[in-house]
């Protein structure tokens, strides 16, 4: 039996019919997946951290008034005195009556007078150190760019190191943020028996907040670079 020559044709295709038509397959995929370019390779990923710490911006101080007289409407007139009395302390340090405080010296300052002026019918409390919630947020965000800004810094010298150019980012997360009061141990009473200073009190409301991000910054080419000069 006489066996025929075969024949065999092939063609030559461009670069962009080739990325088009020779693309690999995914099984069970039905559109054609393209290939890596070569710039998906020219990157430089980082992770860094940051660390802000700030201090409380409110205060907030309770004034008990107390009297004790034969006559119901003697003991009124007793607190409403002293109450009148104290509106007016507050107010003349620039406060409104509801008492929260944004400068703390002002707000030692009006304590110092209400004990020393009043008697021991008026009790002034400890005051109690606080973040407003904006205040948290600020915090928060301050600490995100800072630990940003620390990648590129970080990204920028491994580029020098290596005889690269860095390039723009192309991806930023946040992997993580920790929060956490109080600044060092000094912060702490040093025993039970005597009361925390007002600097010892602000110390340990102040907050902490630890941000760390994870960015991947393009490499600049060389053909980037000669276009852009």
Known sequence: MA????QVFATLLSDTENGKRCWPERRGSKSPVPSPSPSAEREVQVSATAEVSAPPNRARVCVLVASRKEAAAAAKSS???RLEYIVQSVRAHGVRVSVIF???????????LLVEKLDSSVVVGSPQFYHTTEAVESIRRQACLRAVANSRRKAFEVCRLLGQTL???LIVREEEIKETEGLTSEAQAPDNTRPLTIQQQISNASVTVCSKVFV???LKSKDNLKRNN
Do not use: H, L, Q, Y
């Not at 944004?102 to 110092?112: H, I």
């Open 216 to 218: 991947t910054f393009e």
């Open 3 to 6: 066996i025929s020559p075969a």
């Open 79 to 81: 607190v409403s005195r």
């Open 102 to 112: 944004n400068d703390f010296s002002k707000m030692e300052n009006c304590c110092n």
């Open 167 to 169: 390039g723009r980012p």
